[in-house]
């Protein structure tokens, strides 16, 4: 077996893996990345956020071709749907991105190591695969990521049974979806489903659906879901899925089972360590598997670090991506920073949903003074215009000094409005600093604007 000379190797090639790898080359270091499939770009690209964005925006436009044009007077006969054109689409979308950053590690010459990574004591990695190497670096990144969390009882066959990556490649369009678990996946691929013909309810254990966000917006949400169509359980405990015939039985604690024909099981991610080698050096798990790292990324073996999923904090790509930039710029330069209160979390359900910083519930835990403002869609010219009038704008603002602490959105385009929003606390805005500024009319960025406002007691157009 060879072995091979590099100052940083990175393991996986996901969004925080791949991005990492490519700011170390720019940063001169002489990089490697691992990554098992033949395909960079990790879970996001190939089997998460990019394809299912892709069924979303296609699922959409049919659901929209079906009759969600009439108000505007368009009026469409014999639509029909060809969901294998439509994964076509969602295929090559993955494969011009995942292409993509090939290219991108051509460009800033980094060696692409084809298999399994596994760290065999300090500054080691053994390549396991078509071809075997041991490569020796001084820094080793660990960006492994997550897989999705088995639950007991659930039987994934891989087929009727399965996770996300299974829901993205249907091959037909299931009568009966059951999702087990509200958060982002259970909705957004649920959503895709009903669009598409499906029948979905979703199972959710907790008695909301999106725990993690502002709970009026969560409130809001689950409203506007029940009048798309969608089937609520809360509070619901799943303790079996099986495959029964041709179709599919859930049973729930103290309630009916449930047939469908498919069981989608989106109920958390956990961190990815299987077979990494951890064993063989200094690194320690907390107890949910992530593995410890410092403020830096660092884990207690020097010279190793770990950034994405596989750490504590939200299992989002672009909070990946922030932490292998800061990581690899504090190995070269010695400075490197992430602030998680910047970091926006968005779904991409219709209305979409987006939130940065506190919930009011966080503030009101912390004891935080407070004063918040929100503004209707409803009372918005562009919203109107689109024909999309549901949601609202809140902000959240220090009682005192006014400096915004959360910003939380329901409604159209609101994974794109939020990233005025996070800017506005990366550069510790006072909720006048947005009111203040101006913003374009007719648009959807100027209910951000009279929330804004409204914090201050002072909105206009309502
Ligand atoms: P999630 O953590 O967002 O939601 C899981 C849901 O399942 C929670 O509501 C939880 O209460 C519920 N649950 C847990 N155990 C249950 C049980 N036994 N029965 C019923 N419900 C149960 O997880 P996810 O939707 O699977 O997504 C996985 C990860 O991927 C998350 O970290 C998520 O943030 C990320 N993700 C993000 C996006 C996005 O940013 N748009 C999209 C997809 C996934």
Not at 236 to 244: D, F, M, P, Q, S
Not at 277 to 287: A, E, F, H, P, S
Not at 410 to 424: F, K, Q, T
Request: a negative charge.
């Amino acid at each position: 077996m060879e072995t091979h000379q590099h100052d940083l190797v990175v393991i996986g090639a996901g969004p925080g893996g791949y991005v990492a790898a490519i700011r170390a080359a720019q940063l001169g270091l002489n990089t490697a990345c691992v990554e098992l499939e033949k395909d960079l770009g990790g879970t996001c690209l190939r089997v998460g956020c990019i394809p299912s964005k892709a069924l979303l925006e296609s699922s959409e436009k049919f659901h929209e071709a079906q009759g969600g044009m009439a108000a505007h007077g368009v009026k469409l006969d014999g639509v029909s749907l060809d969901l294998n054109t439509m994964m076509t689409r969602k295929t090559s979308i993955v494969g011009q991105l995942t292409g993509g950053i090939a290219g991108l590690f051509k460009k800033n010459k980094i060696t692409r190591y084809f298999g399994t990574g596994r760290i065999a004591g300090p500054g080691k990695v053994v390549v396991e695969g078509e071809s075997p190497a041991t490569l020796e670096a001084k820094h080793i990144l660990i960006a492994t990521g997550s897989v999705s969390t088995p639950l007991p009882g659930i039987e994934l066959d891989g087929d009727r049974i399965g996770t996300s990556t299974e829901a993205l490649t249907y091959p037909e369009v299931p009568k009966h979806l059951v999702a087990i678990g509200a958060g982002a996946i259970g909705l957004e691929l649920g959503s895709v489903w009903m669009r598409l013909g499906a029948t979905v309810t979703v199972l959710e254990y907790l008695d909301r659906v999106l725990p993690g966000m502002d709970r009026e917006i969560s409130r809001e949400a689950e409203k506007i879901f029940k009048k798309q169509g969608f089937t609520f359980q809360l509070g619901a405990k799943v303790t079996a899925a099986r495959v029964e015939g041709e179709g599919c039985m859930v049973d729930i604690e103290g309630s009916d089972s449930i047939s469908c024909d498919r069981v989608l099981l989106a109920v958390g991610r956990r961190p990815n360590t299987e077979g990494l080698g951890l064993d063989t050096v200094n690194i320690t798990k907390d107890k949910m598997g992530r593995v410890e790292v410092n403020d830096h990324f660092a884990t207690a073996e020097a010279g190793i670090y770990a950034i994405g999923d596989v750490i504590r904090g939200p299992m989002l790509a672009h909070k990946a991506e922030e932490e292998g930039v800061a990581c690899v710029e504090r190995i070269v330069t010695g400075y490197g920073h992430v602030n998680y209160d910047a970091i926006p979390n968005v779904v991409y359900t219709h209305p979409e949903i987006a939130s940065v910083g506190r919930t009011e519930e966080e503030l009101k835990e912390s004891n935080i003074p407070y004063q918040k403002g929100s503004f209707p869609f409803m009372a918005n010219g562009r919203a109107k215009a689109l024909g999309t009038t549901e949601g609202k704008v809140k902000i959240l603002a220090h009682k005192k000094t006014d400096r915004v602490l959360g910003i939380h959105i329901i409604g159209p385009r609101a994974g794109d409005l939020i990233a005025e929003a996070a800017v506005a606390i990366e550069f510790g805005a006072s909720s006048e600093d947005i009111a203040r500024s101006s913003h374009a009319h007719p648009t959807l960025a100027e209910v951000i604007k009279e929330a804004a406002m409204a914090t201050g007691g002072k909105a206009i157009s309502i």
